[in-house]
């Protein structure tokens, strides 16, 4: 099932900024067969929804890996029925 | 990797009130091995990362199939190595 | 209007815990007369919508004033019009 | 107070596809003070504090005034002290 969706990570005790570990994420995510669209307080993925989810499971553990201490995920997750879900289809 | 979830998950074209569709998510949720707090905005739980991964997921597919066109998730995920993050621990 | 949203408030820079600062943002919170329902992902609220807005500006700006450098609100915001929404209406 | 926000509104009962009022509440944000950039999913908004809550209730009012029966709004809303925040600030 195809569906579209916005991350955000934020990491908490890394400091007030959090830019390292947001490339970090981002960079992440451009492992993995997603079309994205970076925005200022997120990341609009269109992909599997098992994919999506997976690679959001992944951020948190190679986050954690790189020594992140506490992460909260904001994932906006978006599947229809009536037609394939895309980024595209959801711009203005 | 155990965490700490909050989810709400809106039906768009169900109509104004969602109130049936609410029920048979929560309903989904009981069907696991999750620690539930339902709110009056969503509903806490506590368990393995994958395993809520899943349920998203699962909820998507049933929802779909019991007859929801479209499906917007709100999650927020969070996990922290300094200690198990679990609903109790987070409560004032 | 009345209206009834889940705020969370997460001070970036603070550390790993914040249970500090978010107890002081639920002190503010209760110093408004609005229907108060702690959560582990939030604080969900009942009242009129200017003051719902007007408590999350006083958050803002009362947290930098102790000392908080970076604050994230993340703030569901729900008002309807056949019906008065009330945190009582949409629990299960 | 300067802040950054990302706005999604969702109107529930308006059916499947709800870019008519989508259109509608972007023109709303176009006739403030704004820097905008709408994305896939809502819109970032740089701005005063104040002027951004403002909106946030205008557009509640306006939507009602046209016939949404229901609509929740998701906004995300950041503010702080080491430097001013901005939309491009925050771009990778």
Chains 1, 2, 3, 4 share one sequence.
């Not at 599997?48 to 553990?61: F, G, K, P, R, T």
Request: charged share 25%; proline share 2%; aromatic share 2%.
């Amino acid at each position: 099932m195809k569906a579209t969706a916005d991350l955000q990570v934020i990491p908490l005790g890394a400091g007030v900024s959090v830019r390292k570990e947001i490339e970090q994420i981002v960079g992440l995510l451009k492992q993995h067969d997603f079309i994205l669209e970076t925005h200022a307080a997120g990341t609009n993925m269109e992909g599997e929804l098992a994919d999506i989810l997976a690679a959001v499971q992944q951020i948190h553990e190679a986050m954690h890996a790189k020594g992140s201490v506490r992460l909260i995920s904001y994932l906006k997750l978006e599947t229809r029925t009536d037609k394939v879900p895309t980024l595209a289809g959801k711009r203005l």
